[in-house]
């Protein structure tokens, strides 16, 4: 009796179990991708807004620069559908800019731009 269960209805079992896998992996693999997409693109605008306010506001400081920063940001990645944090936004501007004054050599340290 098992056998001919197995017999009829045993390569639908398995084909069913075969395409539930191929489903849960397409899905892992797409959530993947989804987030390295949206981890460079959250890098990317950053990366953007800081050298466009930087350019735009060259008149602005400090805390002003951020907060154009921050809007800019934040405005950009919500029109693409993107979540970000507050937290995020901070650490990738500071990544950022300590990229933009490391390339324009405006290191208050000069310790940090020496090489030993």
């Known amino acids: 009796m098992i056998t001919e269960f ?5 390569t639908m079992i398995l084909y069913t179990v075969l395409t539930a896998i191929a489903g849960y992996i397409g899905l892992w693999i797409k959530s993947l991708y989804t987030k390295y997409i949206n981890d460079k693109t959250k890098k990317d605008v950053v990366e953007t807004c800081v050298k466009a306010v ?4 060259k008149d602005l400081h400090g805390e002003e620069k951020y907060n154009e920063v921050v809007l800019s940001v934040s405005e950009m990645l919500a029109a693409k559908g993107i979540a970000i944090t507050e937290l995020e ?3 990738l501007i500071e990544a950022a ?6 390339v324009f050599g405006k290191t208050d340290n000069p310790a940090q731009t020496d090489v030993k």
């Open 54 to 57: 930087e350019q735009l506001y």
């Open 89 to 91: 936004i901070k650490m």
């Open 97 to 102: 800019v300590g990229e933009f004054n490391n």
């Open 6 to 10: 197995i017999n009829e209805y045993g």
